[in-house]
C-alpha cells in the first residue's frame, strides 16, 4: 500500500463543500431577451437519407421550450427522434426546417468566434460512459480538452486547479486526474463526463440518457448530483430517457415523443397523473411498478404491435396503428398539439384525448 | 469508492517504458538488431569503405565462416574478392537511405490523406478511395520501370517511386480506422465544444490510428528493399559500384548454386532487419495503448487469451 | 411439491490476468414448478454466471469449482457430456437477452425453431417445419406460416425475442431461464414479452428463472426473489415479504434507490460507493464497505445466509435490527 488512505468524507456532492460557481460567467445576455425563453424549438423537421433514395423522417415538426433553470425531461421509445433532437440542439444536425432560437438568436446563423462562444453555453452528458470517454486520455486532460478549443477561458496556469475544482465538484478526488478512465467504475465514468460537459461553464446541458447505462444503485447517486449542480449552478437541463420513473423525478416538464413528434406535453405531474394522449398512458401503464401491497397492480394497456418504421410513418395521427381509440380521421388528419381547458400548460396531439385516468384495456 | 482495477493493471501504471521494454525479451533483441544496423549505417562506409571494394583476385568466392584470409571473409567473399562483411556493412547506408525515406514519404502522407478522408465521408472519402484504387490496379513494379526509364535511375527518383506505389497501403488502413472512430461518442463530445476537424483528427484519430499504420509500414520496409533490389536486378535501380542489399541479392543470385553466401546473407539482413521493426513496432503499439500497457507484464503466450 | 431445480453451494471461477478469482460463491437455492424465482443483482454480481453454469454455456475462462445442480434429483453437473447434450430443450433451457446474436444469421427462423424437433424427437423435415409454425403462432409472430422463411434480421427486437422464446420453450423444458430478456427492449414491447413468459410458465407448468436487474420487473413478475451481491446469495424469500420489509441493508438500499415517490429535487436514498471489484471483494461480508450497519464482526465473519423469519433467509449479522424498524 503506496498511497496512503486520506481522510476523506464519503463523496456526498452538495453537502459541507464551499458553493464554488463556475470560473466562467454566464454570458451577459441583451437585457431585450430576458423575456424569451433560454431555448426555443419550433416546428423542427429533419429526415436522413438512407439506402435506395428512402426517406427517414426523425422529427417532423417538434416545439420545445426550455427556461433557464428548469429541467425538461423528453420520453419515448427507441427509434422516436429523440437523440436526433438532440444533435440538433448541439448544432450537431441542421434541421430542414423550422426554427431554433437560444434567447432569441438563432445559432445556426454564427459564425467564427460568435460560434465558438454559443458552444460554450450548450453541452451534453452521453449515454454511454465508455465510449464517450477516449480510453487514451487521462481524466485532467479529458476534462481541460474543451479548453484547447476555448483558449482564452481558463488560463493554462490556472487549468489544474481548476481540473481539481471540476473533480471535486462531481464528487471524485483531485488525485483521481492522473487516473485513465478504464481505471474508473461506471458511475464514476460518468461524473467525469458531467465534469467535462461543466468545464465551459454551461447554461443548458442536455443529457442523452445518463443513468441508463449504470447500475440501480450508482444511478441515485448520479441523479443526486445532477440535482445537486442544478441547484448550485443554476443550469438548464434536457433530459432524454426511456425510464419514467426517473424523469418523473427529476423533470420540471414532460414532452412525450412518438415516432418524431411530440404527443404531448406539460408539467410533469399533469402529464404522469391525468396523460391525454393515449399513447402516454399506454407507456404509463407498460411501465412496471415496484409495489408488492396485495391489489396494487394496475390493469395494463398492452399495446397491439411495435412503433412502425420511420422510413414508412403512418398517415395522420403517426399512433393510430396501434391506438385503441383511432377512428377515420385520425388516419386523414395529423392532430395539432393543444392544450386542454382546465390545463392551459399540459398539451396533447390527439384528436379524441382521454378525459379522465384510463382503466379499460 | 472502489476502483476497478487488476493488480496488473497498478503494476503496468508504475512501471516505466525502459523495464517494460527489459522484461520482453524479444522486444530487447529486436532494439539491439536494430541499433546495430543504425550504427554500420552511420559509421560502416568511413571504416570499411575501402576494403568493400578492394578486390583480392587470390581470394575469389571464398566460402564464409572461416578466419583463413583474416576477419574480413569471415562471410566469405565474391566472385571479384571483396569481403562480403565489408560489403554488407557498407551497403547497409545505401538501403537504410533508399527504404527509410520511402516509407517515411508514403506513411506520413498516406496517413494524413486516409485519416482526414476517413473523417469525413462523403465525396472527399469516395474520390480518395477511387485514386487509391487506382494506383494499387496498376502493378508498382511496371510503373517504377517506365518512371525510371523515363527519367534517370536516381536515388531520389527511387524513392518517390517507391512512396507513390505504397501510398495506397496507407490510405486505406488510415481510412477505415479513422471512419469507424468519426462516429464515436468522445468525438461527438469534441464537436461539441466547437474543436476543429484537424484538431480532432490529431487529438482523437492519430493516437489510434497511427500505432497501426507504424506496424503496417515496419512490414512494408521488406516489401520496399526487396522491390529495389528487383529494380537493381533489372538495371534501373540503384548502380553499380553503388551497393545495397538489394542490388547484392541481385548480383549474388546468378552464382547462387556455386556461392550461395553472397546472395543469402544480404537476404538474411533485410529479414532479420524488417522481422525486428516489426517485433519493436507490435511491442510499441500496446506500450502507447493505456489500455493495453498491463498487458506487457504477462508472459508472452498469456497476452492473447485473457480478456482486459 | 418438491423443487424440480436445486442449486447446491454452487461455485465458480474465473482465470483472469490477474489470478484466479471466484465470481459466483456458495449459491443456493431452489425452485418448483409453475413458480417464477427472480435472481436479482447488479451487473457483475454473478447472476448470469450462475445461470450459464447451471445450463453449461460458462465462458472457457470461468469453470464450476463446486456444489450441484439438481434436475429432479439427479446432479447434471456429474452427468457425462452427451447426457447433458440431451437435457438441453426437454431439460434446462434458457432465453438470452440479446436476439440479434443468439440466432443464426444465415438460417431461416423456420429451419432455426424446427431444429430442436428434429433432433430430439427425430421428426422428419415436413412434420418439423409444422410444429416451427405453431410454435412461431404461439408466441403471437403474425403471419407464422409466411414469416417462417425470412431470416432473423428481417423481425424487429420485439419479435426476434418472441422467437428466442419459441425456440427455448420448444420442448416444453422443465425448467426456464430468461436471463435479462426484456432489458434491450422499449417498454410496451417489454410489457409483451413478459407477458408470453408469464403465460407460458403457466400453460407448461414451467419453473422460470428470471435474471435480472429490474426491481420492478420482479415486483410484478416473480413468486420468490433471490438478491445477489458480489458473488453471493444475500436474501432471499417472497418477493411480497422482501420488498415490504427487506432483511439484508442491501436489498433495502436498492428499494430506496428506486425514483418512486420521493419528491422531485429532493435527493434519493443511495447507497455510496459501487459494487466491489471481484479482485478486491471486502473480507467478512462484502457489502460491509457500504453498508450503514457495518461493525467490527462484519469484518472479521462473512455473515451466512441463514433462516431470518418465516420462509425466508438472510445474510447479514444485523438482520434484526432490520426487521425491527
Redesign the interface.
Known amino acids: 500500500m503506496t498511497e496512503p488512505e486520506k481522510s476523506r468524507p464519503v ?1 456526498e456532492p452538495g453537502k459541507s463543500r464551499p458553493v464554488t460557481t463556475p470560473a466562467v460567467p454566464a454570458l451577459s445576455s441583451a437585457p431585450a431577451a430576458a423575456e424569451a425563453p433560454l431555448l426555443e424549438v419550433a416546428g423542427v423537421s429533419k429526415s436522413f437519407h438512407v439506402a435506395g433514395r428512402r426517406r427517414l423522417r426523425a422529427l417532423d415538426g417538434v416545439d420545445l421550450r426550455l427556461e433557464r433553470g428548469e429541467t425538461l425531461g423528453l420520453v419515448g421509445e427507441s427509434g422516436c427522434g429523440k437523440s436526433t433532437l438532440a444533435r440538433v440542439l ?3 444536425e441542421r434541421p430542414d426546417q423550422g426554427r431554433v432560437r437560444f434567447e432569441g438568436t438563432d445559432p445556426f446563423a454564427l459564425r467564427g468566434k460568435e ?2 462562444t454559443w ?1 460554450r453555453r ?3 452528458v ?1 449515454q ?1 460512459p465508455f ?6 486520455l487521462r481524466a485532467e486532460d479529458i476534462i481541460a ?2 479548453w ?3 483558449r482564452d477561458l481558463v488560463p493554462v496556469k490556472e487549468r489544474g486547479k481548476r481540473v481539481a475544482e471540476l473533480l471535486e465538484m462531481v464528487g471524485l478526488r483531485a488525485s483521481d486526474a492522473r487516473r ?1 478512465p ?4 461506471g458511475g ?1 465514468r460518468q461524473r467525469l ?1 458531467i465534469a ?1 460537459a461543466l468545464a ?1 461553464g454551461p447554461d443548458v446541458i442536455v443529457c442523452d440518457e445518463p443513468v441508463s447505462a449504470l447500475d440501480l444503485s450508482v444511478q441515485a447517486q448520479v441523479l443526486n448530483l445532477l440535482t445537486d449542480l442544478q441547484a448550485r449552478l443554476g443550469v438548464s437541463y434536457v433530459f432524454i430517457s426511456h425510464d419514467l420513473s426517473v424523469v418523473r423525478h427529476v423533470a420540471d416538464r414532460v414532452s412525450v415523443m412518438y415516432l418524431g413528434r411530440i404527443v404531448e406535453t406539460g408539467p410533469t405531474e399533469q402529464v404522469f397523473d391525468r396523460p391525454r394522449h393515449p399513447y402516454t398512458a399506454a407507456l404509463m401503464s407498460a411501465a412496471p411498478v415496484l409495489d408488492v401491497t396485495p391489489g396494487a397492480r394496475r390493469e395494463r394497456i398492452l399495446l397491439k404491435g411495435e412503433v412502425p418504421s420511420p422510413l414508412d410513418p403512418p398517415s395522420g395521427c403517426r399512433f393510430r396503428t396501434r391506438c385503441w381509440r383511432a377512428q377515420d380521421v385520425c388516419a386523414q388528419e395529423p392532430p395539432p398539439l393543444e392544450p386542454s381547458g382546465e390545463e392551459p400548460l399540459h398539451a396533447a396531439a390527439c384528436h379524441f384525448p382521454l378525459q379522465e385516468p384510463v382503466t379499460v384495456s | ?9 497498478i503494476a503496468a501504471r508504475r512501471t516505466s517504458w525502459w523495464r517494460l521494454l527489459l522484461r520482453d525479451k524479444f522486444a530487447c533483441v529486436a532494439v539491439v538488431i536494430l541499433l546495430l544496423v543504425a550504427v554500420s549505417a552511420v559509421v560502416g562506409p568511413v571504416l570499411l569503405g575501402d576494403l568493400a571494394v578492394k578486390q583480392n583476385l587470390r581470394a575469389v568466392n571464398r566460402p564464409p565462416f572461416s578466419l583463413d584470409d583474416g576477419w574480413a571473409f569471415a562471410l566469405g567473399s565474391d566472385s571479384l574478392g571483396r569481403s562480403v562483411l565489408a560489403r554488407l556493412v557498407v551497403a547497409s547506408r545505401t538501403t537504410l537511405s533508399v527504404a527509410i525515406p520511402a516509407v517515411l514519404i508514403s506513411l506520413v502522407v498516406g496517413s494524413i490523406w486516409g485519416m482526414w478522408a476517413g473523417y469525413h465521408r462523403g465525396r472527399r472519402e469516395s474520390v480518395s478511395m477511387r485514386i487509391a484504387d487506382v494506383i494499387l490496379s496498376f502493378p508498382s513494379l511496371l510503373l517504377a520501370v517506365v518512371v525510371l526509364y523515363v527519367f534517370s535511375p536516381s536515388a531520389l527518383n527511387i524513392i518517390l517511386v517507391l512512396a507513390i506505389a505504397r501510398i495506397p497501403i496507407y490510405l486505406r488502413a488510415a481510412r477505415a480506422e479513422s471512419a469507424e472512430l468519426q462516429s ?3 468525438v ?9 476537424s484537424w ?1 480532432i483528427i490529431a ?2 484519430v492519430a ?2 490510428v497511427l500505432p497501426t499504420l507504424f506496424t503496417v509500414a515496419t512490414l512494408d520496409f521488406c516489401f520496399v528493399m526487396l522491390t529495389e533490389s528487383s529494380l537493381s536486378f533489372l538495371g534501373i535501380g540503384i548502380q553499380p559500384p553503388d551497393m545495397s542489399w538489394g542490388l547484392m541479392v541481385a548480383q549474388g543470385r546468378q552464382v547462387l548454386q556455386s556461392a550461395w553466401w553472397i546472395a543469402v546473407f544480404p537476404g538474411l539482413a533485410i529479414v532479420v532487419t524488417t522481422v525486428s521493426a516489426t517485433v519493436l513496432a507490435s511491442w510499441a503499439r500496446l506500450a502507447m ?3 493495453q500497457r ?2 506487457l507484464t ?1 508472459p508472452r503466450s ?1 497476452r492473447k ?4 | 411439491m418438491n423443487p424440480v431445480l436445486e442449486v447446491d453451494r454452487l461455485a465458480v471461477d474465473i ?4 489470478g484466479t478469482v471466484r465470481a459466483v460463491r456458495e449459491v443456493s437455492f431452489s425452485v418448483r414448478s409453475g413458480e417464477t424465482l427472480a435472481l436479482l443483482g447488479e451487473s457483475g454480481c454473478g447472476k448470469s454466471m450462475t445461470a450459464q453454469a447451471i445450463v453449461g454455456l460458462l465462458d472457457p ?1 470461468a469453470h464450476v469449482a463446486g456444489g450441484e445442480v439438481r434436475l429432479d434429483g439427479t446432479d447434471v453437473l456429474t452427468l457425462p457430456p452427451a447426457q447433458r447434450r440431451r437435457l438441453a430443450g426437454p431439460g434446462l433451457s434458457i432465453v438470452f437477452q440479446d436476439a440479434l446474436t443468439a440466432l443464426n444469421p444465415i438460417q431461416t427462423v423456420g429451419a432455426q425453431l424446427a431444429e430442436p424437433f428434429r433432433i430430439h424427437e427425430r421428426l422428419s423435415r415436413r412434420a418439423a417445419r409444422e410444429r416451427a409454425v405453431e410454435l412461431m403462432e404461439r408466441v403471437g409472430i403474425p403471419e407464422p406460416r409466411a414469416r417462417a422463411g425470412a431470416y432473423p434480421h428481417q423481425f424487429s427486437g420485439g419479435m426476434r425475442q418472441r422467437l428466442l422464446i419459441a425456440l427455448a420453450v420448444a420442448l416444453h423444458p422443465k425448467v426456464l431461464l430468461a436471463d435479462e430478456p426484456t432489458t434491450a427492449l422499449d417498454v410496451t414491447v417489454q410489457a409483451q414479452i413478459m407477458e408470453l413468459l408469464r403465460d407460458l410458465r403457466t400453460e407448461q407448468q414451467t419453473a422460470l428463472i428470471l435474471i435480472t436487474h429490474d426491481l420492478a420487473v420482479v415486483a410484478e413478475q416473480a413468486d420468490h426473489v433471490a438478491v445477489m451481491y458480489a458473488g453471493g446469495i444475500v436474501e432471499t424469500g417472497r418477493v411480497a415479504d422482501v420488498f415490504a420489509k427487506p432483511r439484508h441493508p442491501y436489498t433495502r438500499g436498492l428499494l430506496d434507490s428506486v425514483p418512486g415517490e420521493v419528491a422531485r429535487g429532493t435527493n434519493l436514498k443511495s447507497i ?6 471481484l ?2 471483494v471486502p473480507s467478512g461480508c462484502a457489502f460491509r ?1 457500504r453498508c450503514p450497519l457495518a461493525t467490527d464482526v462484519c469484518a472479521e465473519q462473512r455473515p451466512p445466509l441463514a433462516e431470518a423469519g418465516q420462509g425466508r433467509m438472510s445474510a447479514c449479522h444485523h438482520w434484526k435490527e432490520l426487521a425491527d424498524d
Open positions: 463523496a448541439l448544432l450537431l460560434l465558438l458552444r450548450v453541452q451534453m452521453f454511454d465510449g464517450s470517454l477516449n480510453a487514451r480538452e474543451p484547447r478549443t476555448h485513465y478504464q481505471e474508473f467504475s464514476q463526463g467535462r465551459l | 469508492m472502489t476502483l476497478v482495477e487488476t493488480p496488473a493493471a464515436r461518442l468522445f461527438d463530445a469534441a464537436r461539441t465544444f466547437g474543436a476543429k484538431a487529438r482523437h493516437p489510434t495503448d493505456p489500455g498491463w498487458r504477462l498469456r487469451e485473457v480478456k482486459p | 482465470r483472469t490476468p490477474a475462462v455510496p460507493g459501487s459494487p466491489p471489484d479482485h478486491a464497505t
